[in-house]
């Protein structure tokens, strides 16, 4: 009897720590007092990780990609990528879909009727500002000639044409009409990217739609028209690069058309514009008048609601 009353007292008080030292009840989301073996807290941990370092890894890759596009009208900056990443959310889903032809717009036929067709598949396009064409990029040699024949263009001052930094992209070269009639970015028709050969030009819808349709070209997601003016025209493609010189002179027509929907001039036909608007055309010169004020009154507008913003 002595023995057992001097072990009470032992029994008495590890009864009190094992239920005193209980696992704490204010565990982490997703931990609970059963989880008392480390393996499964371990593994709850990991499984708690794993989604924020995949979307992690994920987006790290997403910005190394749109930093590999090169320099462009954006800055290759994580500010510029969160932008972009922005404004992909409202850009244009299918870049293959012709824009439309507003009723007032003067002439409603474009300036190509007909064009041959690129042959194999589109490349692969990247991007929206820088946006870049991935695959059959321009060889140095093609690129090269297709720069000389842009050159050549402002040679003849009846085309009226200058080559100066481009107003879109920043860094790429591009070519103005020292004259517009269509408003664009300081006059910007087109330029060219150094990368790949590819182009970005402003064309009037139905030569947009002419070139789309035969595979030479495709809408740039921004071209949404309205408050994304402030961007890119609603009439601003991205014709593919040329692969051969072949393709360098069908290039040369689409900057043609670009010239002629910008500056009113055709520097195939050697048609000026007064030779263009003469006689029957007089009422083609008044709307294109007409045209350049309602898109410099629907910029202001856009600019006012912006500062409202």
Known sequence: MDALNIFNPLAENL????TTKSLPTNLPFGFTNSSSSPYILLLQAILF???FAFLSHSIYKDYQTFLSLGPGGTPST?????KIKALSIVSLRNPYAPPSIPAHFRPQ???LTSFPHRHGKRPVIMGIAPQRQQTEK??????KLLSQRIVELTK????????RTSCFEKHSTGLFSSDPITHTCGGEITHAHPSDGSMHLVLHPADAKVLIEA???ERHPLARGGWFRRFVPREFVMVYAPRNEDEVGIVVNIIAAAVWWVSGIDVVRKETR???????NLNEKQDAKERWNRKMLRRCESERMVSRA
């Open 15 to 18: 009864t009190t720590m094992n």
């Open 109 to 111: 036929q474009g300036y």
């Open 215 to 217: 595979g030479w070209a």
């Open 274 to 280: 007064e030779e263009r608007f003469a006689g029957n």
């Open 156 to 163: 003849d001052p009846r085309n009226a044409l200058i080559e």
């Open 138 to 143: 321009s060889s140095p040699e093609i690129y």
């Open 78 to 82: 994580p500010l510029g990528y969160l």
């Open 49 to 51: 990780l794993l989604p």
